[in-house]
């Protein structure tokens, strides 16, 4: 939670860094006879398709929608907010095998969470764009079994502990560069709209931890690479309807490097997407 809070104080930051701001249009930019505020919108970024943000207008008809005029943007954001589940895939099946039973884990505990931060993109036209994001992915494995997997060591290795932990996950966080390919149907009479956005992602391995607590040795926690792969790649797809839809995320490169054992084990993450 540290990690995700610094990250949000970062994009506000940033947001005063790009915040442009421009004039509303000619039934706003003069100040409101009752309220005596004036109406202004925020641009993060630049280009026409950009997020942007109505300050001092509380009116229901002045909601902000995607530029549909061809061309470039830039700009902070914060979206494609990704919560779901996290499986492991051993060689095709979704039982591990016997090398890798000490990784058995609580299917309903083991997640998958990330957004992004930054986006650069080119609109075709009202329907179609591309871009090029960048954000943060975290994968929270639960593990079912008393063990501790060891830091610094040649493979991935753990050792049985005599002791029970109430929490045993191990996790790993990555920079996510996402490349979308967006298509969205004509707005309903609410002003909504169906979406379809896949494309190919790479991640850049920022750390691994393994997280126990116990009566014993109360809350601890540490930081390793773990043999995490450094250099992940895999495909998304996210489709939805208004402001939440569903993803599924594979990646084809297996989830730890330099560990002969857990060779073909890889990383398949579902679930719910927010703000995409």
């Known amino acids: 939670m540290k990690r995700l809070t610094f990250t949000i104080i970062m994009c506000l930051a940033a947001s005063f860094v790009f915040a ?5 249009d000619s039934s706003q930019s003069a100040t409101d006879t009752t309220t005596h505020k004036k109406h202004v919108k925020v641009k993060l970024g630049f280009g026409d398709d950009v997020a942007q943000v109505n300050i001092n207008n509380d009116r229901s008809d002045t909601a902000y929608h995607a530029h549909k005029a061809p061309g470039f943007s830039f700009g902070v954001t914060f979206s494609r907010i990704d919560l779901g589940f996290a499986t492991l895939v051993d060689n095709g099946s979704f039982t591990l095998s016997d090398k890798n039973k000490f990784l ?27 871009y090029v ?19 610094n060591a040649p493979v991935l290795t753990y050792v049985q502990d005599s002791i029970h ?7 790993s966080s990555y920079l996510r560069i996402p490349l979308s390919f967006y298509y969205r149907s004509h707005e309903d009479d609410r002003g909504n709209y169906f979406r379809l956005v896949a494309g190919p992602e790479i991640g850049i391995l920022l750390n691994g931890r393994v ?13 390793d690479d773990y043999h995490f792969a450094k250099l992940r790649k895999g495909v998304f797809v996210r489709m939805g309807y208004g402001i939440m839809g569903l993803y599924a995320k594979y990646y084809f ?24």
């Open 20 to 24: 442009q701001s421009t004039p509303a």
């Open 104 to 130: 058995s884990y609580r299917q309903w505990k083991t997640s998958n969470f990330g957004f992004d931060v930054l986006q650069f993109g080119y609109r075709f036209n009202s329907a179609f764009k591309i």
């Open 133 to 151: 994001s960048g954000g943060f992915d975290w994968t929270h494995i639960r593990l079912r079994n008393d063990i501790t997997i060891q830091r």
């Open 165 to 171: 932990y109430s929490k045993n996950r191990f996790s």
């Open 211 to 223: 997280k126990q607590i116990s009566e014993e040795n109360g809350k601890q926690k540490f930081n």
């Open 253 to 276: 490169n297996d989830m730890f490097e330099n560990s002969p054992d857990q060779k073909g084990l890889r990383n398949f993450s579902f679930g719910l997407t927010f703000g995409f």
